[in-house]
């Protein structure tokens, strides 16, 4: 393609870079990768030491932006771009180090691993060979659920996000390169939609993972790099257009920067990490993100590349030869540790040790060093053919076809043939996927009528429901999942002589003025059904949720609202048993420890110690005493100072949980049965 030069007056719009530097190493950025990654990995490894962790991915968005975007403006400018090249070149870069992961990753599972957890993996294997791991945890779950500690490749999602801009970033600038489209007019279009459609997602949008996941609303941290990228190469143009047209002189002085003006490079570098450090410190995983949040890092990230390597804290200590050596080791470092910690909480059943966790990390480490200097830098020094390329692309597409392969065949369990026929039978059924295991759904037999479960609507209850139903005396249940596994046993023990209606809103606890992140529009679900409730009268209302999972306290509130407005029979239902990872998983591990082909009836073994849920009984219990209401505890009905029921029969369908707490309906009917009459 030949080059449009630039021939519009002092008044016009920039086209594109004229005159462009050429590429010098910036040792800075590597500093800045180095923090990024060592924010990514304190969170995963000590979550409580840097709660707002995670957004060392939005640092490396950032950068991958500006480094990307200064490649391709430099090389439009001189014609010399090719997306052969660009592409090779990235394949050198991300590959290599891929490639190993994800193999270490299918053959530890292979060994390791049971068949749902192999499942899942091999999916995921598929999802980040195929560089879609986002778009396919995006429709699993959210990034911060407990079921993200058991996903060892997690944290290919942002890989995905890269690589999906990699791919339309280019295309997109070539085209406008064609048609005389301003580059920076581009990023602005492009950049400012993604945040607009972040912001909505955020605020708005019925699923969260959205927000988190999807590349349109991730790309404008992207696209804030390759802005920075545009600004730097064309900062004698744009100034020029600046002063043609009267521009704040604040603005004009701080573009226009001489070598005296280190203090501007200082001040705006101090910024940047400034916005860094209150990024670590005040996003939580409970923050709306990215949302208003995200501009935190994106922003600072913006700040300390645009302060450039003359800045104090980017000569001094982003360029020190730690932190580069970090910087240099960070891609490899980013696909590593994760995987680790999780293999390792997948064969303990729980987090583990502080001291495991220390030991993983420098693993992590030495495993990097290793990949960066024996793999990586090789093959990005020497000569790379196309030959070599394709080589890489085949292996990564083999690796990705093996994965979808043992997602397919449901975990490849004729691995583990020789452990199955010493597993007792209860453990072989599940593991094995047998039909039995089935059973274990959370389906109850009747629900809210409403065609959309995150609307309550006045004739919801009648839409659905015989006039035989209508005639019966109404039970609400009323509550999250861990209120639906109730239903089952309601409808067996009280179905006949009353309607019993589950209501519920979007997944939200039964709690007055809550707003979660992970669960849109609480307060606005739950205000409807109390008001449904106050207009139908049920005879019983059942308050149920899994109260580990959230500020338990605030129940109060919806008690104490509903007898001001004189409704009062109301019956509290305490926490459920919480199993670390899921009673299955419990009890293989306490079967591997102990070998004995007894499993257990009760056991303390595998219990969650993090949630709490016996201590959150006794005080729910003390709660509902004083509020004047009805309390049952299922703690009491399930444990005892031996343990908590694991199971009821020798059958899959008969465990006490098909997880970490959602009753089998077996249990449904079990824990009601003891319940008191009506």
């Given amino acids: 393609m030949t080059p449009q030069k630039n021939n519009h007056s002092s008044s016009s719009v920039i086209q594109r870079p ?38 060392g991915v939005d640092v490396f968005f950032v950068i ?19 997306f052969v090249q660009f592409y090779i070149r990235r394949i050198k870069r991300i590959f290599p180090a891929l490639f190993l992961v994800l193999t270490f990753c299918f053959v530890f599972g292979w060994f390791n691993l049971l ?58 600038l070539s085209l406008a390169w064609k048609k ?50 545009y600004v730097k190469l064309n900062n004698k143009a744009i100034l020029h257009q600046l002063s043609a047209h009267r521009i704040s002189s604040c603005v004009y002085r701080i573009l226009s920067k001489t070598s005296n003006d280190i203090a501007i490079d200082n001040g705006v570098s101090i910024l940047g990490l400034t916005l860094l450090a209150f990024g670590m410190v005040l996003i939580t995983k409970n923050s709306p993100f990215p949302g208003y949040w995200g501009l935190l890092p994106v922003l600072g990230t913006v700040l300390i590349i645009g302060a450039g390597p003359r800045a104090w804290i980017n000569r001094c200590i982003l360029s020190s030869r730690p932190l580069v050596w970090i910087g240099l080791i960070s891609f490899p470092l980013y696909l590593w540790h994760w995987p680790l910690l999780s293999f390792a909480h997948l064969l303990q059943g729980s987090m583990p040790s502080v001291e495991i966790r220390v030991i993983i990390i420098f693993t992590a480490i030495l495993l990097s060093a290793a990949t960066y200097y024996l793999i990586e830098k090789p093959i990005r020094s020497n000569a790379f053919n196309r030959t070599k390329a394709f080589t890489l692309v085949l292996l990564l597409t083999v690796i990705g076809y093996i994965g979808l392969n043992t997602y ?5 369990n004729f691995r583990l043939n020789q452990i ?101 529009n609480c307060t606005v679900g739950n205000n409807q059904i ?32 509903l007898q001001q407005a004189g409704y009062r029979n109301i019956d509290l239902v305490g926490p459920a048993p919480i199993w670390s990872d899921g009673l299955y998983k419990q009890l293989y591990l306490k079967f591997l420890s102990d070998k004995d082909p007894n499993v257990p009836y009760r056991m303390n073994f595998g219990l969650d110690k993090n949630k709490d849920f016996l201590l959150i009984d006794l005080a729910l219990e003390d709660m509902a005493k004083r509020l004047g209401v009805n309390y049952i505890s299922i703690s009491k009905i399930l444990c005892d100072k031996d343990g908590c029921i694991t199971r009821f029969g020798e059958t899959s369908d008969t465990l006490e949980s098909i997880d970490a707490g959602h009753f089998t309906k077996y249990t449904s009917r079990y824990v009601v049965s003891h319940f008191p009459e009506m």
């Avoid at 995963?44 to 962790?53: Q, R, V």
């Avoid at 993972?209 to 990228?229: D, K, T, V």
């Fill in 64 to 82: 991958s932006g500006f480094l990307i975007s200064t490649i391709i403006y430099t090389q439009l400018d001189a014609n010399c771009f090719s």
């Fill in 18 to 55: 004229t005159h462009l530097p050429s590429n010098t190493y910036r040792p800075d950025i590597d500093g800045l990768r180095a923090l990024a990654i060592i924010f990514v990995v304190i969170y995963h490894a000590f979550p409580t030491l840097a709660t707002g962790g995670f957004i």
């Fill in 115 to 172: 068949a749902d957890e192999f499942e899942q993996l091999g999916k995921h294997i598929f999802g980040g060979a195929g560089f879609i791991s986002n778009l396919i945890l995006w429709k699993e779950s959210g990034y911060f659920d407990n079921a993200s500690e058991v996903k060892p490749l997690l944290h290919l999602w942002s890989l995905g996000i890269e690589e999906q801009f990699y791919f339309i970033w280019p295309i997109l």
């Fill in 420 to 520: 199955q026929f010493r597993l007792p039978p209860i453990l072989q059924a599940l593991s094995l996927k047998d039909p039995a295991a089935s059973a274990l759904d959370l389906k109850p037999l009747k629900v809210n009528c409403s065609s959309n479960q995150n609307e309550i609507k006045e004739s919801s209850l009648d839409s659905c429901l015989s006039a035989t139903e209508l005639k019966k005396p109404a039970i609400f249940i009323w509550g999250d999942s861990y209120a639906a596994h109730l239903t089952a046993g309601y409808e067996e023990r009280f179905g006949e002589k009353y309607r019993i209606t589950r209501v519920f809103y979007n997944g939200c606890p039964p709690i007055m003025d809550i707003e979660l992140a992970n669960r849109k």
């Fill in 180 to 229: 005389k489209i301003n580059f920076l007019l581009v990023g602005l279009t492009i950049g400012l939609l993604s945040f607009c459609t972040n912001i909505y997602e955020v605020q708005y949008g019925l699923n969260p993972s959205s927000a988190f996941y999807l590349p349109i609303n991730r790309f404008w941290e992207l696209m804030a790099g390759a802005i920075l990228a």
């Fill in 530 to 561: 109390f008001e449904l409730v106050l207009k139908e009268h049920p005879v019983k209302l059942i308050i149920a949720a899994n109260w580990t999972d959230y500020d338990w306290r605030k129940i109060e509130g919806t008690i104490t609202k």
């Fill in 408 to 412: 397919q065949r449901e975990g490849l």
